[in-house]
């Protein structure tokens, strides 16, 4: 039995061996076989590219054609990824995006613009006269039925021309690439808006035909005076049909493209007719005339309707279009296309508004280093009655009031230290420590770098330290640690500021409570509304009204509109309406003092002096005003106690004229001295202001006599200012006195903000 089991066994095994062997075989056959073939395909494919061997000239051309190759597909890579957002811009509907047609009215009922198409002012490309459309050309795109949207030597003329000027005197922009920003982008100056541009240029080129480009970019362009298309700007200017125009009302026409508001006829007609003139020299050199056909267009300018004491809202315009456009996309209104809009503007303090922004800038200006201004001026009901967008709209319609992102300097601390009155923890006499503070390798400085040891929250808002609303931050947050609870408390600051109305979203990181996320100046006076109404949190809005074209009213504010509601206890307001107030009495704001109004408010001045801001409220109108230059180019030591709160200050003196003032809450009666508050109450008395205030002991005469001096000083000081300096006098403006009495320094502190 056992003889036969190891008989099995072996078998087994010899078995076994076998079937093991002829695996191995397979193996190696299959592993030769395959590399055989390997070889033979690598030999065969060796032959076949051994016919493509070059050398010499040869090989260095085949070689720079596939480095051309390679770096192509890179730069293919590149260009979609740089595509894809400007792409994202169009819609399916993009050319019907402002089909609206509205027409605006102001708080009182008079037409102030309009916007979006005017059905009634379409002429089609063919009834235009070709002069006409040869001047546009000629000016501004010679080669534009050569192109394709983007006209590379055109850009390259204009590179010469402006390095041999040492400045901008031609635009490489095509009319595709300008009509590309007029639909889909805004009028800012960026790298990154013309990469955009450049693409949809493009874009345009291959869904429109040449004719439709151009007739668009002729309907939308903005020609000054609040006339959008050159139907628009023909009835405006010359009160005529574009089919009507002569060859020189045609050349004054073109010449608007390039800068509306510098050469509308109806602000500065020498200007309008020297351009005009050269868009005729353009003509000829483009060979659309000779010198002959253009002589009686020379000889006889064109003579533009009178229209010089005419101005157009257009910041507030294109704002409150914005708005009307929102509500259409919502459904709110309809079908309707046609609208009439009652608007919240007010047309006097408007112009007023953009008077004294270009009269701040004219004078202080270059002092300064700084170029441009934004100001909102809003009821505490919410609604904007005066947008300045820039100082020029003609120059450049990016709406610095309400599309700027800009840090807010130290005006964004009251949204801290309203978060310290909310914690329960702090109340505006509590003793805070005003001594270095670091947070990581962050430590933040003050103003001049003076520390004032021990002193009340009240105070440390009013001199704006730095380190102590840093400090706010650590000790209003929750946790172990200064880091964990600065992090808390900053949470609690963000929530404060989105409670407020900030809708903007904010950066949180360690620099926040020194204001160095970035808002817009609209969003941060809706916020700052808060302040004025006692808690309420109240939307901005510029539209109280809209009829369609056959009166339905399709909107009301007052039904349709968000309710006005109470997001902080009126009792914390209160008091922090009254450390604002201090702010303006006896701290950084002085400047900004209206004689007999309670008023509260705080600076802002960012790193490097690139931002200046003033916020500021009284119980009637909610004032944000913001100064700086849209390349982030320091400006020569502005801070926000400077030129923006004298600009609110003269804004505001005269938003209140004429209004019944309304207590500050928190603020019982007007902080200034006996003097000031008697004068100002006389002089309310003599304008019929209605201050309650005013004493009764006054005889009508003597109310009317303070009156008629008050309105003297007025003018006086408005003649001053006009005045020519004298030869021999300094031509350099004297800088306003800088408060609190501390020294300037040219040396600028780190993320230091007042």
Excluded at 255 to 280: E, M, S
Excluded at 527 to 541: D, I, R, S
Excluded at 552 to 567: F, W
Aim: with cysteine.
């Amino acid at each position: 039995m056992q003889v036969f089991s190891e008989l099995k066994n072996s078998m087994f095994m010899r078995k076994l061996r076998r079937r093991m062997l002829a695996f191995d075989s397979w193996i190696n056959s299959t592993l030769y076989d395959n590399g055989q073939r390997s070889r033979e395909r690598y030999t065969a494919f060796s032959a076949f590219m051994d016919r493509f061997h070059v050398s010499g000239y040869a090989k260095a051309a085949v070689e720079a054609g596939s480095e051309a190759m390679t770096i192509g597909l890179a730069g293919s890579v590149v260009m979609l990824a740089l595509a894809v957002p400007a792409f994202n811009a169009t819609s399916d509907d993009w050319l019907k995006q402002q089909d609206l047609a509205v027409t605006f009215l102001d708080r009182y009922g008079q037409e102030i613009g309009r916007r979006g198409i005017r059905h009634d002012d379409s002429v089609p490309l063919e009834q235009i006269p070709e002069y006409q459309i040869n001047a546009l050309l000629a000016t501004e795109d010679r080669r534009f039925w050569s192109h394709y949207g983007i006209d590379p030597i055109g850009t390259l003329r204009a590179l010469s021309a402006n390095a041999r000027a040492s400045g901008v005197v031609q635009g490489g922009s095509t009319l595709t690439q300008q009509l590309a920003k007029n639909l889909f982008l805004s009028s800012e100056r960026t790298i990154d808006r013309k990469i955009k541009e450049a693409f949809l240029a493009v874009w345009l080129e291959f869904r429109l035909s040449k004719h439709e480009i151009l007739k668009l970019y002729l309907d939308r362009a903005y020609m000054g005076g609040g006339a959008f298309g050159i139907q628009a700007a023909s009835k405006f200017y010359f009160n005529k049909s574009v089919r009507d125009v002569t060859l020189a009302e045609a050349a004054m026409l073109a010449g608007l493209f390039k800068a509306p508001t510098r050469y509308a006829p109806h602000i500065n007609l020498p200007a309008a007719r020297a351009r005009a003139n050269d868009v005729l020299e353009n003509m000829v050199e483009a060979n659309f005339l000779t010198e002959g056909q253009i002589y009686a267009a020379r000889k006889n300018p064109a003579q533009p309707v009178d229209r010089q004491h005419q101005s157009s809202p257009d910041w507030f315009l294109d704002w409150a279009f914005t708005q009307i456009r929102n509500l259409a996309r919502d459904g709110k209104l309809g079908t309707h296309r046609v609208l009439t809009v009652r608007t919240t503007l007010d047309s006097g303090l408007q112009k007023h508004a953009q008077d004294v922004v270009e009269n701040n800038l004219r004078l202080y200006g270059k002092s300064y280093n700084a170029r441009q201004a934004a100001v909102v001026i809003m009821e505490s009901s919410g609604a904007i009655r005066a947008i300045v967008g820039g100082r020029d709209y003609g120059g450049s319609q990016f709406n610095r009031a309400t599309d700027a992102m800009r840090q807010p300097g130290s005006s964004f601390k009251p949204f801290v230290y309203m978060a310290a009155l909310l914690s329960g923890r702090f109340k505006p006499e509590t003793i805070v420590r005003d001594a270095p503070i670091c947070l990581g390798n962050w430590c933040p400085k003050n103003y001049g770098g003076r520390y004032y040891g021990r002193v009340p929250l009240k105070t440390a808002l009013a001199r704006s330290l730095n380190t102590v609303a840093v400090k706010l931050s650590v000790d209003i947050g929750d946790g172990r640690g200064a880091w964990t609870r600065a992090k808390s408390g900053r949470a609690k600051i963000i929530d404060t500021a989105r409670r407020m109305g900030l809708k903007t979203t904010l950066k949180d990181t360690v620099h926040l409570p020194i204001g160095v996320s970035e808002v817009t100046v609209i969003d941060m006076a809706g916020a700052y509304g808060v302040f004025a109404t006692g808690g309420k949190q109240t939307p901005v809005f510029g539209a109280t009204e809209i009829r369609s074209s056959t009166g339905e009213v399709l909107y009301r504010q007052d039904r349709d509109g968000p309710k006005p509601r109470y997001v902080i206890n009126p009792n914390q307001v209160a008091a922090m309406n009254g450390m604002l107030n201090a702010v303006v009495e006896q701290g950084t704001a002085r400047r900004a003092r209206l004689p007999g109004i309670a008023a509260g408010g705080k600076t802002g001045t960012t790193n490097a002096y690139r931002d200046a801001w003033f916020m500021g409220f009284t119980g009637n109108i909610v004032g944000a005003v913001w100064y700086g230059n849209d390349n982030y180019q320091s400006m020569n030591n502005m801070t926000g106690g400077s030129i923006p709160a004298q600009t609110w200050q003269e804004i505001m003196t005269y938003a209140h004229k004429g209004i019944e003032i309304k207590p500050l809450p928190g603020v019982s009666h007007p902080p200034a001295s006996e003097d000031i508050a008697r004068l100002g109450a006389n002089a309310n008395a003599a304008s019929g202001r209605g201050n309650p205030q005013r004493p009764a002991t006054l005889s009508r005469g003597t109310k009317a006599m303070l009156g008629n001096i008050e309105s003297l000083m007025r003018t006086s000081t408005t003649r001053m200012r006009e005045t020519p300096v004298r030869r021999g006098a300094s031509m350099q403006p004297r800088k306003p006195f800088e408060t609190l009495g501390t020294k300037r320094t040219a040396k600028v502190q780190a993320f230091t903000s007042r």
